[in-house]
């Protein structure tokens, strides 16, 4: 029995990752470099500090990994729960699988891939807000199924769903009301993130004075803290956010 389990997680996976084909029952054409390097640059854990990548067409290693690694669900399952095709799923986790072969990324790990795009600041705490607003159900590591639904969201979601997930970013302690504090916590770390050598330079209390801005249009009832109704209704009436939701459009 627990054979024939192995044996069918086998199955999965490499029907995932598109590294079996039931028709023929060889491996396919790999995918084309550039395709590949798209979806990579997309990936939390694609940096040169990553684990050494599990050859996909050996059966020793993914019967080891196995018994170690977190296995994701099912395709049909993901293609439900994701605005991804088929394809594009096993495009996304391949890489994913190839560049974290655990099959999870911990926040330190993700924060230090992060870093690298961001060279000239301090990126850390933007990071970890980051994270957390992947690691939808806080258990310390985003999964691939963690990623590709807070991926879905972003680039294939309605306008309310995107407004929604960010929210969900701005709200740090999660108790669904964003106040000027974790606003201001989060326009800091973007503003640490872009560096002091930016040009024209910033001044140290442009982000206090960018949150009192955004908080007082956001803030209708003045109550102190922004719901996630005011956030849409401000968000939708702000023509330079709704440009920057759109830019997510065609991203794949």
Partial sequence: MRGQA?????S?????DGSYDQLTG????PTKKALKQRFLKLLPCCGPQALPSVSENSVEDEFELSTVCHRPEGLEQLQEQTK???KELQVLYRGFKNECPSGIVNEENF???????????????YATFLFNAFDT????????????????????GTIDDRLNWAFNLYDLNKD?????EEMLDIMKSIY??????????????APREHVESFFQKMDRNKDGVVTIEEFIESCQKDENIMRSMQLFDNVI
């Fill in 192 to 205: 640490d993130m872009m560096g002091k050598y930016t040009y024209p330079a910033l001044r140290e209390e």
């Fill in 26 to 29: 060889n491996p396919p054409r």
């Fill in 176 to 180: 669904g009301f964003i106040t000027k």
């Fill in 137 to 156: 159900n806080h258990d310390g590591s985003v999964s691939f199924e963690d990623f590709v639904a807070g991926l879905s969201v972003i680039l294939r």
């Fill in 84 to 86: 991804f095709t088929r």
């Fill in 111 to 125: 924060k230090q891939i992060y870093s690298q795009f961001f060279p000239q600041g301090d990126s850390s705490t």
């Fill in 6 to 10: 192995r044996k069918e997680s086998l």
């Fill in 12 to 16: 999965d996976s490499r029907d995932l």
